[in-house]
C-alpha cells in the first residue's frame, strides 16, 4: 500500500512540475524533494517515514540569514520576546507543526511539518499541505524583512 500511494504521491509531484529528485533515506521508505515555487532553489520534503505506515510527512525550514539573526538577538529581551511571541501567535492555528531551533530564546531555524494520513490522502489536501508549508516559510521571511529590512546580499537560507 505505501508502495502504490508513494508512486501517486511522485505523480501529483511531477503533474504539478514541482518534483525534484528522490533522495536517500535511511529513516524513510520514500523520500521525494519538491522545489516550491519551481525553478525557485526553494525546497520541500515529502518523507514516508519508515516507523509509520500510515502516513507522510511535508517537512521544509528556513535557516535565518547571519544578518537577520543578528538582528534578532541585537533586540532588547522585550522586544525579541515580543516578535517571537508574534510568530508563534500567528501559525499556532494552522494545521502546520512547527518548531523553533535551537529554542525560541536562540531563534536559529524555523522548522514546518504537516502530517497526512493515508485514510484521507487526496490531491487536493496533499498540494494544500505542501502550499501551507511553503506560505509558513513565505511568513518567517516577511516578517524578517518587514522588521530588518531586505539586507543587501544576504537572504534566508532555505533548509530543507
Given at each position: 500500500?505505501?508502495?502504490?500511494?508513494?508512486?501517486?504521491?511522485?505523480?501529483?509531484?511531477?503533474?504539478?512540475?514541482?518534483?525534484?529528485?528522490?533522495?536517500?533515506?535511511?529513516?524513510?521508505?520514500?523520500?521525494?524533494?519538491?522545489?516550491?515555487?519551481?525553478?525557485?532553489?526553494?525546497?520541500?520534503?515529502?518523507?514516508?517515514?519508515?516507523?509509520?505506515?500510515?502516513?507522510?510527512?511535508?517537512?521544509?525550514?528556513?535557516?535565518?540569514?547571519?544578518?537577520?539573526?543578528?538582528?534578532?538577538?541585537?533586540?532588547?529581551?522585550?522586544?525579541?520576546?515580543?516578535?517571537l511571541w508574534e510568530?508563534?501567535?500567528?501559525?499556532?492555528?494552522?494545521?502546520?507543526?512547527?518548531?523553533?531551533?535551537?529554542?525560541?530564546?536562540?531563534?536559529?531555524?524555523?522548522?514546518?511539518?504537516?502530517?497526512?494520513?493515508?485514510?484521507?490522502?487526496?490531491?487536493?489536501?496533499?498540494?494544500?499541505?505542501?502550499?501551507?508549508?511553503?506560505?509558513?516559510?513565505?511568513?518567517?521571511?516577511?516578517?524578517m524583512q518587514r522588521?530588518?529590512?531586505?539586507?543587501?546580499?544576504?537572504?534566508?537560507?532555505?533548509?530543507?
Amino acid at each position: 500500500m505505501k508502495e502504490e500511494i508513494a508512486k501517486k504521491v511522485r505523480d501529483w509531484l511531477v503533474e504539478e512540475g514541482i518534483y525534484k529528485d528522490k533522495i536517500a533515506d535511511e529513516n524513510a521508505d520514500f523520500h521525494f524533494l519538491a522545489e516550491v515555487p519551481p525553478n525557485s532553489r526553494q525546497f520541500i520534503d515529502v518523507i514516508f517515514p519508515k516507523n509509520r505506515e500510515d502516513m507522510l510527512v511535508i517537512a521544509s525550514g528556513i535557516k535565518l540569514s547571519d544578518d537577520h539573526y543578528r538582528s534578532v538577538m541585537s533586540l532588547g529581551d522585550a522586544k525579541r520576546e515580543e516578535l517571537l511571541w508574534e510568530i508563534r501567535f500567528k501559525i499556532l492555528f494552522l494545521e502546520t507543526g512547527f518548531q523553533i531551533l535551537p529554542n525560541a530564546r536562540d531563534p536559529q531555524l524555523f522548522q514546518f511539518t504537516r502530517e497526512i494520513y493515508f485514510d484521507g490522502l487526496n490531491k487536493n489536501l496533499f498540494m494544500d499541505a505542501i502550499r501551507q508549508v511553503h506560505k509558513c516559510k513565505l511568513f518567517i521571511i516577511w516578517m524578517m524583512q518587514r522588521s530588518f529590512g531586505g539586507h543587501e546580499g544576504s537572504d534566508l537560507i532555505m533548509y530543507r
